[in-house]
């Protein structure tokens, strides 16, 4: 009970201070750029933010939003069209995104799993090529409002300062941890990572701003 009323303190001490996130960005129609309308509410965007959670490893955003603009500005963010399309001319079109090449590779794969038309589980998710455990979790709960906490450097990073997890411990441990001390709630998972996103990119750097951080209180951290 402890840990959960810690958990809840911090998510709603960050949504009153960030507001809503309105998170995964998707393309609006008749617009080629990505926007934070409050998620996915068809088959096409869900299938752009599966391609955005690809796009966006080992990059910003910013990047991986480039990318996906490009893709929409040459009619080709779906998975038939991605499919057709050579492999090195999908990097092309994606270079922003860096590791263009290789991510080409993992849209294809990607865009054949959506034209299976199956039921998309994180099981078969981890089945395919250059997906691992956040993409998936960033797929299943971002794409589909499947309860599922996404774990990446910022959660290792904000809460491993605040002595709340071990920042080594496993993807599996800490998401683990998460999903175990908080209301299993879609909503609230997406929220929540999208503020610490936000925190992480406003205060808790690799070198922390403290001084004005709104959480400093609980954390008590005055520098690396």
């Known amino acids: 009970m402890r840990e959960s009323l810690k958990l809840i303190n911090i998510f709603n001490i960050l949504k009153r201070y960030y507001g809503p996130r309105n998170w995964w960005p ?9 926007e934070y309308t409050g998620g996915p509410e068809n088959s096409e965007q869900r299938f752009e933010v599966a391609v955005g959670a690809i796009l966006t490893q080992n ?7 480039l990318a996906i603009k490009s893709l929409n500005e040459s009619n080709n963010l779906n998975p038939e069209a991605i499919m ?3 492999n090195k001319q999908l990097g092309k079109i994606i270079r922003s995104s860096g590791y263009y090449n290789m991510k080409a590779r993992k849209l294809k794969v990607l865009a054949g799993y959506f034209l299976q038309k199956i039921e998309t589980n994180r099981e078969s998710l981890l089945e395919l090529y250059g997906i691992g455990p956040e993409t998936a ?6 794409a589909f409002n499947k309860p599922y906490f996404v774990i990446d450097a910022y959660t290792r990073r904000i809460f491993g300062r605040m002595k709340i997890i071990d920042a080594d ?9 998460f999903e175990t001390n908080l209301p299993f ?20 750097r690799k070198t922390p701003l403290c001084d004005d951080c709104p959480i400093s209180y609980i954390c008590g951290l005055t520098g690396d």
């Not at 998707?26 to 990505?34: F, Q």
């Not at 990059?59 to 939003?65: E, G, I, P």
């Not at 979790?137 to 971002?142: F, P």
């Not at 709630?185 to 996103?197: D, K, T």
């Open 59 to 65: 990059t910003s955003w910013k990047n991986a939003a």
């Open 26 to 34: 998707v393309t609006p129609p008749g617009k080629l750029y990505p």
């Open 137 to 142: 979790d960033s797929i299943l709960l971002y």
């Open 169 to 177: 411990d496993s993807y599996e441990a800490i998401r683990e941890y």
């Open 84 to 86: 057709r399309i050579e």
């Open 185 to 204: 709630e879609s909503w609230l998972f997406n929220e929540y990572h999208a503020l610490i996103v936000e925190h992480a990119k406003s205060f808790c």
